[in-house]
């Protein structure tokens, strides 16, 4: 809880330098809502007595000044309502969002993407930048119940100093809330799963390419049913804690309206004895009555600040990973301008965090500076494990990748970044202008058309790029207007993005046609061991090809077969075909299915 | 007058919250709501005790009044506490109700073409009930925040009772400026809603980046490029533009609000001042004067927080959204129809037709997407007999997904016609006709539910235990499912508890398990397994397993394959080629080769590698 201050205090700062207007606007609106508390009483109090006295000037003079600080009070409560609720909102969206979003992208590793239980915690935060936002305010708004707490104490203290004992009973309520909310929030996480599955589905189920499949399998019913079932499950968990924090609530407000009822008794014991006046006994009620609206005010922004705890610890976690990271990060080598020995794996183990197995067990491998290197494998062998070590996404458990000798984790991460280049079997579809999903793979030369026209050549990308209704400016992604792309063409664009940088150190391609059509992956891969040679010849660079193509694999330097997260046989192909081993029998299995006749 | 529409029609959309909860909740709130007035009465009773002068009695007289007051107040915090929970409930029921109407209404629309319309996803966005900021609001939570203010009303009359009791024109005296001044509020809110609404087309743009920060996929290339930072200045750039209308609305609001000020005094110092007046010449007593000056104000409470106005105005417009959204799928449905059919895509088949499809016919079919010129499709003629395994090959773009896409009547023809044994596919059921059909979609849908749903989401019907164990034997996921935890009922997503991640090769395995799990059983199993490109992702040795069992099942159920890797393709019965959006070659593999045409040349080039490289050693492994 020690750094939720600080978290305010920042978010406040944001919110002045966002909409520094508005922001004074709501510190206004709050500090005259405190002074109209006093005011209400004061005037309620003198007309009364005026009244009860027949001065009728003053009596008409405090009528007024009731109906204007009441007047005053109406406006400021939507007033403030509506000033913290919108500077919220904008400091949300235009200074904790994108901060939120930076932090996300500046994790270098990809273990909170890819460990469910941490997505979802940064799925969490993204989605509440807005909430973040309002902790700050809701500070504020308890800091203004407070104050309204003691202009009624001091009031009620003129009164009787007696009715100073309501004061402690008013911790009851708001240490019983707290324990009320503590459960909601309990609830909150236990029901997140069953919450998250409930909207997978149904943003499947409505989207057009989830829509598609559910529709011919007629699996709508099934997958509503599922749907509701989740939903009802994360409600149910819910609104039992509700009902629970309920009671809690209820036990604590009796507990003080049990000490109101005998201050009031005592207030009209002084009156009926001829201490005290009518007017003593309106401001009494009143003030208790809207000691009640203050309290209640800082019960429902103290059990808002609990409940946001369930979004504000997310978001401190995610900020300690990027302290932590740039901690780390001290490692501020930069990577060396060419290869010439090549990146050697030494012993490098890895388990994914949270899982069992070994996804790399014990790998010692050189690539060779200059070479075109495949790996090859069944499925989970570890050849995409292997290549996001290479890549820095994941660092080894045990063992180091060393480029030309030098530890890769010693050296910067953006910076040995900027030097590689990657497509991936799961490429990412960027819905943009078609420019743009190419060019944001080299951003200083995204404005280059030249680069553009030479990545987009390397891909097979033209005939695409060319058919497309408003050519390299088309909007991708018929849901935001624009033109779908069918697999093999996301494919080519994703080539095309990893084709812009000019001279990377390591160029990865992970299964980079699986839904090409022949000629296109003939042609790609024969540009593509053109680009390698050509990037070897000057910087000595590494091309790493995984595939389950044997034909693809064939032209490389260097075969690496995998098998359980290890490395169980390498060479050429030549090597490997005459070793006779697991390679040559995949191979001739491929083979054969292109011999002549279909052999069995 | 929007309002009074409105205000029936969000008390209606309470219906799912059940009778009881909203019968429960009205009462506690309508307790709740009186608070204040009784509150006001409670206090002039006392009030009246203590104003004649003083005697020996008059504490013991003020007890039942002051222990009336403590009950009231006690009263207030009970039903507040006790509506937060059943508020939460009726919401939540309203909004899991209201999600499962728009999926309902979603996936019963026969085409995609209307989940594709821009116009459409807009809408989609809108009425989701799944807020991600503050200023959205569900129906929930504007059909709740419609009972509150209707209990609301029920103070307020209370409150009037009270005013009329010094003087029956007091009521319109307070009661006039106090609806005016709402009436102001719920305008503000209503265009606030609307300019929310003109906000959605930048923040779907928005999306793209901020779905792209927390995908692994997108997260993969974010890093390799470095392009996190340039992504939040775009995706920042679409939020002010997006928001702006909505901001200088507020703005605007905010500047006004010496307007409301001026109505909450012109309804409450008429009314202090006549009845201070009164009391101070006689004319009525210091106790009516009290509960005046108390009540007075809370009538303006009664009529609603601007929250609730809000919610109100939100709301209703989700429901407006939400019956647009509905016309235009019916609409959408309509045309691509033609006939009537069943509204639900997932509708058992239902009227005579054969239960077992033969033939399968393109009929000179072109097909154009909504929005392009250039055709896709360009008078196809296809026979597909459910005996047979028909290749389809072409290059990327050639059509082919968009032919499995018409055969399956995602789309409509733009001309010509899909029959099955001579009827038009178009006039029958869409699950009548779709439950003769199990696809494999390239792009099929990742679950993240147990591996058993995964399979059974397969085809509409109950589970069928040994259905689901002989697709996954078949399809090779068997060997898949020995690795996981907790088997079949693994959750196939490391976000649920207790779940893992498969690797694309697996999640292949398993959706062809679901596609067979269609063919293997149901009323009537599948006649045509369609599958596009169902092993790009698979290894060699699983792939040619895969291959040869289902060759094996060609003749119960035809099969059409769309694939790239023509070592596969060539041992089907037929291949055909699609090339500029027609049928150009069609034969055995043997026809086509000696025809050398495109698909010799298709062949030849996939071939080459293998028989080049076959200069290295020779007949070096065993056969």
């Known amino acids: 809880m020690s750094r939720y201050p600080s978290l305010w205090w920042e978010v406040l700062r944001l919110s002045w330098r966002t909409a520094p207007g508005l922001t004074a606007g709501a510190y206004a609106a709050v500090a005259v809502s405190v002074g109209a508390v006093a005011a209400v009483g004061l005037s309620l109090r003198a007309t009364v007595d005026a009244t009860a006295q027949g001065a009728a000037g003053a009596a008409l003079l405090g009528a007024a000044g009731v109906a204007g600080a009441y007047a005053l009070t109406l406006v400021l409560q939507d007033l403030t309502t509506e000033l913290v609720g919108t500077v919220s909102d904008r400091t949300g969206r235009m200074a904790v969002h994108p901060r939120v979003h930076r932090d996300i992208n500046a994790v270098q590793g990809l273990e909170h993407l890819e460990r469910g239980d941490f997505l979802d915690r940064v799925s969490l935060v993204r989605r509440s930048t807005g909430s973040i936002a309002r902790s700050g305010w809701n500070a504020v708004l308890a800091v203004a119940s407070v104050l309204k707490l003691l202009v009624t104490v001091v009031l009620l203290g003129g009164v009787d100093p007696v009715l100073l004992v309501l004061i402690p009973l008013a911790a009851a309520p708001v240490w019983c809330d707290h324990r009320g909310q503590l459960l909601v929030q309990r609830a909150e996480v236990e029901g997140a799963e069953a919450h998250r599955v409930q909207q997978h589905l149904f943003d499947t189920l409505v989207g057009a390419a989830g829509g598609k499949e559910v529709r011919v399998a007629g699996a709508a019913e099934r997958l509503l049913g599922i749907q509701a079932r989740a939903w009802r499950e994360a409600e149910r968990v819910r609104f039992r804690a509700r009902a629970f924090a309920a009671l809690w609530t209820l036990a604590g407000w009796t507990v003080f309206v049990a000490g109101f009822t005998g201050g009031i008794a005592l207030v009209v014991r002084l009156a009926a004895g001829g201490t005290g006046g009518v007017g003593d006994l309106v401001l009494t009620v009143m003030l208790a009555v809207s000691l009640r609206q203050t309290m209640q005010g800082t019960v429902a922004t103290a059990a808002e600040a609990t409940g946001m705890r369930r979004v504000i610890e997310p978001y401190l976690w995610l900020r300690d990973l990027v302290r932590a990271e740039r901690e780390r990060g001290a490692a501020d080598e930069p990577p060396p301008e060419a290869l010439s020995r090549g990146i050697a794996l030494a012993g490098v183990s890895f388990t994914y965090p949270g899982t069992g197995r070994r996804a790399l067990d014990d790998v010692s491998v050189l690539l060779p500076a200059g070479s075109v290197v495949a790996v090859v494998g069944e499925y989970g062998s570890g050849k995409t494990t292997l290549v996001k070590l290479l890549l820095s996404f994941y660092e080894p458990d045990s063992g180091c990748v060393l480029l030309d000798g030098r530890d890769l984790g010693r050296v910067r991460t953006a910076g040995w970044r900027a030097r590689t280049s990657a497509v991936f079997q799961d490429f990412g579809r960027f819905h943009t202008v078609f420019r743009e999903t190419v060019g944001i793979g080299d951003l200083p030369r995204m404005g280059d058309g030249e680069a553009l026209r030479e990545a987009v050549r390397a891909a097979d990308a033209e005939a695409l790029a060319e058919r497309l209704p408003e050519g390299w400016e088309t909007q991708l992604g018929r849901e935001l207007g624009g033109t779908e792309l069918s697999e093999g063409q996301w494919q080519r664009t994703a080539l095309a993005r990893a084709s812009m940088r000019g001279d990377p150190l390591l160029f990865v391609l992970d299964e980079p046609t699986a839904s090409l059509d022949a000629p296109s992956e003939e042609a790609i891969f024969r540009r593509y061991m053109e680009r390698a040679r050509a990037h070897a010849a000057v910087t000595g660079a590494v091309t790493v090809i995984v595939s389950h193509r044997f034909s693809t694999v064939a032209g490389a330097d260097l075969v690496l077969v995998m098998d359980r997260g290890r490395i169980v046989e390498s060479g050429t192909h030549g090597e490997l075909l005459a070793l006779d081993g697991r390679y040559s029998e995949l191979y001739g299995m491929q083979a054969r299915a292109y011999a002549p006749e279909p052999g069995g | ?623």
């Open chain 2, 1 to 623: 007058m929007g309002f009074l529409r409105n205000w029936p029609l969000l008390l209606r959309a309470l219906g799912p919250a059940g009778p009881v909860l909203v019968a429960s909740l009205a009462a506690v709130r309508f307790l709740e709501r009186l608070v204040p007035a009784v509150t006001a009465l409670a206090l002039a009773a006392l009030v009246g005790v203590l104003a004649p002068p003083a005697t020996p009695g008059t504490f013991t007289a003020a007890l039942p009044p002051i222990l009336v007051l403590g009950l009231v107040v006690l009263g207030g915090h009970a039903g507040e506490a006790a509506a937060a929970p059943l508020e939460y409930l009726a919401r939540s029921r309203i909004d899991g109700a209201h999600r499962e109407r728009i999926g309902r209404a979603v996936s019963g629309s026969r085409g995609i073409a209307a989940l594709e319309d821009t116009a459409n996803q807009v809408l989609l966005r809108q009425v989701r009930a799944d807020p991600e900021h503050g200023v959205e609001s569900t129906p929930g939570s504007g059909a709740v925040a419609a009972l509150r203010w209707t209990c609301g009303l029920a103070g307020a009359v209370v409150t009037c009772a009270i005013l009329a009791r010094f003087a029956w024109w007091l009521v319109p005296v307070v009661l006039v400026p106090a609806a005016a001044h709402r009436y102001l509020r719920h305008r503000w809110s209503l265009t606030g809603a609307d300019r929310w609404r003109t906000a959605i087309r930048g923040e779907l743009h928005a999306d793209v980046w901020r779905g792209a920060s927390v995908s692994p996929s997108e997260g993969k290339d974010v890093r390799v490029f470095g392009i996190g930072d340039w992504m939040v200045d775009r995706m920042q750039g679409h939020l002010v533009e997006a928001n702006k209308p909505l901001w200088s609305h507020i703005d605007r609001t905010l500047r006004l609000q010496w307007s409301p000020l001026l109505l909450v005094l012109a309804g409450l110092v008429p009314a202090y001042l006549l009845v201070t007046h009164g009391a101070v010449s006689g004319t009525t007593t210091v106790t009516v004067q009290t509960a005046v000056l108390a009540a007075g104000w809370s009538l303006y409470q009664a009529l609603g927080g601007s929250a609730d106005l809000f919610h109100m105005a939100g709301a209703a417009r989700v429901l407006s959204s939400t019956a647009e959204l509905r016309g235009r799928l019916a609409e959408g449905g309509r045309t691509a129809t033609g006939g009537g059919g069943a509204a639900d895509g997932s509708a058992p088949p239902r009227g005579r037709g054969p239960s077992r499809v033969s033939v399968i016919r393109f009929e000179d079919v072109s097909f154009t997407y909504p929005g392009t010129d250039s055709p896709v499709l360009d008078g196809v003629d296809l026979e597909i007999r459910t005996d047979e395994l028909l290749a389809v090959v072409g290059l990327n773009g050639a059509g082919k997904s968009t032919l499995i896409k018409l055969l399956c009547g995602l789309y409509r023809p733009t001309s010509g016609r899909v029959t099955a044994d001579g009827v038009d596919v178009a006039t029958m059921a869409a699950g009548q006709w779709r439950s003769r059909l199990a696809v494999v979609f390239q792009d099929f849908n990742r679950y993240e539910l147990s591996a058993r749903e995964n399979v059974l989401l397969g085809r509409a019907g109950p589970p069928d235990r040994e259905a689901l164990d002989a697709a996954a034997e078949e399809s090779g996921f068997a060997g898949v499912l020995e690795r996981l935890p907790r088997g079949w009922d693994t959750p196939l997503s490391r976000g649920r508890a207790g779940g893992v991640d498969l690797s694309g090769g697996q999640w292949q395995q398993l959706v062809l398990a679901r596609a067979l799990y269609a063919v293997l059983g149901g009323d009537v199993p599948a006649s045509l397994l369609v599958a596009d490109e169902p092993t790009a992702h698979l290894d060699v040795r699983t792939e040619f397993a895969l291959f040869r069992r289902l060759e094996e099942r060609r003749r119960e159920t035809g099969i059409v394959l769309v694939s790239h890797r023509l070592s596969t393709v060539r041992r089907a019965d037929r291949i055909v080629l699609l090339d500029g959006g027609r049928v150009t070659e069609s034969g055995t593999h043997e026809e086509l080769v000696a025809l050398g045409g495109r698909y010799a040349r298709m062949f030849a080039v996939q071939a080459e590698r293998f028989r080049t490289d076959r200069t290295a050693p020779r007949e070096g492994g065993p056969a």
